[in-house]
């Protein structure tokens, strides 16, 4: 039985206490979060703590997941919670990702723990896929596309900012890009050829739109390198047409072998980011749990891990009817 806990009461911890929920194998110690315990309730009874009070419950957790936003809160959560805790996490802004692992490895050691870092699909299961692809044909170019759908990071970032009551930000593959790609013609695709994001907000009374809109499209790391449109809606109009969480995407590369062209393509189409996210996220939880009985420690991420360790079959049984 694996003891998990979980930061943070979003999309994203909602979907992993259903998962741990319906698992045989999960225990779930409980949700902290920075808001009154005291006003929130779970479905499954799960208890719920102050993030304050994370320190205390060392020793009693095997994993922590931790279900807080990428764009402000969890670099610093992570780093703080590795101290005590063995940790998976879906941190997604790529930018960062060296220094968040470098820091990450530090700490982990220092304190024997064991983290996974950036354990989604993008990053994640896209990161395997673009070294896979690049391994075996390396005279090639790789792509990735996002969407259509929901970025749950992006649409953190806007909510974030003071004056948004509501936001919610669509990624969406440029045709004419995507197709270049196919053909083989994607390595001179520049990040803003290849995507538009496009934000729908919810302004509250008396914010200034423009400020809104500039802080969004400036944003670094999120926005700044896109082209970024910006439109303000009504809450109605939000409620009626932009709480539902779809994503997508792809990882294609193209080349050549022998002269010939090659081109191979690994694609997601999702009803629920969160939903799809929480489920990578528990499983690797297993995994973390799995390795760290094994005397792994340190800062993994998707690439360090042996595929193989998802499954608790025998390994032979596992090989016999997957390979």
């Known amino acids: 039985m694996y003891k998990i806990g979980i930061v943070g009461y979003g999309n994203l911890g909602r979907a992993c206490e259903k998962i741990a929920a319906a698992s045989e194998d999960m225990q779930l110690v409980g949700i902290f979060t920075r808001r009154d315990p005291d006003t929130l309730s779970s479905p499954f009874g799960t208890p719920f703590f102050r993030q304050s009070d994370l320190a205390k419950y060392e020793g009693e957790i095997d994993v922590l997941a931790l279900?807080?936003?990428?764009?402000?809160?969890?670099?610093?959560?992570?780093?703080?919670?590795?101290?005590?805790?063995?940790?998976?996490?879906?941190?997604?802004?790529?930018?960062?990702?060296?220094?968040?692992?470098t820091d990450m490895e530090k700490i982990t050691s220092e304190n024997g723990h064991l983290s996974f870092i950036g354990i989604g699909w993008d990053p994640g299961l896209f990161s395997l896929m673009r070294a896979l692809f690049g391994g075996v044909l390396p005279g090639g170019s790789t792509q990735t596309f996002w969407g259509k759908g929901v970025s749950q990071g992006h649409s953190e970032a806007v909510r974030k900012l003071p004056g948004v009551v509501k936001g919610v930000q669509y990624t969406i593959p440029k045709e004419e890009a995507l197709a270049a790609a196919r053909r083989g013609e994607g390595a001179s695709l520049t990040t803003r050829d290849k995507h538009l994001r496009e934000c729908f907000v919810v302004a509250a009374e008396g914010a200034d739109k423009a400020e809104i809109e500039r802080r969004i499209v400036t944003m670094p790391n999120y926005f700044d390198e896109y082209d970024t449109v910006v439109h303000f809606i009504t809450e109605e109009e939000f409620d009626r047409d932009h709480t539902g969480m779809p994503h997508g995407g792809f990882v294609l590369r193209s080349g050549e072998v022998n002269g010939m062209k090659e081109r191979v393509e690994f694609s997601l189409a999702l009803d629920s980011n969160p939903d799809f996210t929480a489920s990578v996220l528990m499983a690797y939880a297993r995994v973390n749990c799995k390795l760290f009985r094994k005397g792994v420690r340190g800062a993994k991420t998707i690439l360090d891990i042996p595929v193989i360790e998802l499954t608790d079959e025998d390994r032979v049984d596992f090989i016999a009817h997957t390979l």
């Open 67 to 101: 279900c807080t936003g990428s764009a402000n809160d969890l670099v610093d959560l992570g780093k703080t919670a590795a101290v005590h805790f063995n940790t998976v996490d879906s941190f997604d802004t790529h930018a960062k990702m060296r220094g968040y692992v």
